[in-house]
């Protein structure tokens, strides 16, 4: 019976000792942790790559670290060091082991690499084979190879990649793809090809139908050549797609309706579009109008009302201007009221500016609300007039 126990005990003696050393053996085979891998701050602050170098070196990468790689890529980038952001990314693409999605990403910020330095070349050519990928790498491709060529003015290559349909179905896209067949419809109009520049204008409208600069450019070329009417079409019609493409199209337009001695119905028109949008230039351009019908004292008074409500520098020098072109005298009722609306201009400019960031206020601080740098805000000094009033 005792040696029937003990070999019971020697059984189990011998079972755990084989457990334990097993055990041990399995921690020691299994690679230990890499706790020197270091945050991006770190690696930024070491400025020297032996870490860097270290961390490359590792046999396998997992998402954690590679991530932290491409946001280290990424500030280096930023911080002007594109060639050692594309050292990086290049000594990572290198590698065998990483998936197909890691790759992907790696290639994408090496391109963006590339078009920082100034290698365009071949930034293009990654950029053109990650177009054949999908999900957000496809996009951001495409997105930095449109605004790559828009930088160098080669306009012919994204319209051809849209026609092959390599560009996503994004409005964004669209709305650049647009504006490029505008770039060249301009380019056509210089070189007086002018059946060139409408098929390339509704081109850009077939893509984006809300680009009003097919129709401003469409609206120029009628002007330039005594259409008139046509002209006016076209710049209504763009303001009617954008309301903000009155700022390219008020001047040629007002020049249209002079010319076809229409001031009432330039008058009226811009009325209601300072009613709908308050855009001063407009309100401006119209009272003019109604000055120039032999009316300048209701137009100063019309003047006056609006920028009780709306004051503006560009309102007020407009006034002056209508005073002084018509020959008009301001009452005492109407110098009170210039002296409310130009008080309500002066309170509401800025009188202090942060000399670190520019920021500009209307009441002093000690710390600055946009930079929080401290004793940085001094008195703001307005900048001497470019042109002088020619009266």
């Not at 085979?29 to 890499?34: A, H, L, Q, R, Y």
């Not at 911080?79 to 050692?84: N, S």
């Amino acid at each position: 019976m005792m040696d029937s126990a003990l070999v019971y005990l020697l059984l189990l003696a011998g079972v755990a000792i084989g457990w334990g050393f097993g055990y041990r053996f399995a921690r020691q085979s299994k690679p230990p942790e890499p706790d020197w891998i270091p945050n991006v701050e770190l690696l930024l602050a070491e400025a020297n790559d032996v870490a860097l170098e270290r961390f490359l070196n590792v046999p396998q990468l997992d998402d954690d670290a590679l991530d932290l790689l491409l946001k280290l890529g990424r500030s280096l980038r930023e911080k002007g060091e594109a060639d050692r952001a594309i050292h990086l990314h290049q000594s990572l693409f290198a590698r065998t082991d990483l998936p197909k999605h890691s790759m992907q990403a790696l290639e994408l910020e090496l391109a963006v690499d590339y078009a920082h330095a100034g290698l365009l070349d071949r930034a293009e050519r990654l950029f053109l084979e990650l177009l054949d990928s999908k999900g957000r790498v496809q996009e951001k491709a495409a997105f930095a190879l449109v605004e790559l060529y828009e930088e160098e003015g080669d306009w012919q290559q994204i319209l051809d990649l849209h026609q092959r349909k390599k560009l996503p179905s994004d409005d964004t896209i669209a709305r650049r793809v647009a504006h490029a067949a505008c770039e060249m419809a301009e380019q056509a109009r210089q070189q007086d090809d002018f059946l060139e520049l409408h098929k390339l204008c509704k081109r850009a409208l077939k893509v984006d139908p809300h680009c009003a600069r097919a129709w401003v450019v469409q609206g120029d070329l009628a002007h330039v050549q005594g259409e008139l009417r046509e002209a006016v079409r076209c710049y209504l019609r763009a303001v009617d797609v954008d309301g903000q493409a009155i700022i390219h199209t008020l001047e040629p337009m007002v020049d249209c309706f002079r010319q076809l001695q229409d001031l009432d119905g330039l008058e009226r028109y811009l009325g209601q579009h300072w009613r709908d949008t308050h855009y001063v230039p407009a309100l401006i351009a119209q009272l003019e109008c109604e000055a120039e019908q032999g009316d300048a004292s209701a137009a100063i008074s019309q003047l006056l009302q609006e920028l009780t409500t709306q004051p503006s520098n560009q309102g007020f020098f407009a006034l002056v201007e209508l005073v002084m072109r018509h020959r008009q005298q301001l009452d005492k009722s109407q110098l009170l009221v210039v002296y409310g609306i130009l008080r309500r201009i002066v309170e509401s400019e800025p009188r202090f500016v942060c000399n670190h960031c520019g920021f500009k206020a209307t009441e002093p601080h000690w710390r600055c609300p946009s930079c929080k740098s401290w004793s940085t805000l001094g008195s703001f000094v307005p900048q001497p007039p470019v042109a002088r009033l020619k009266l």
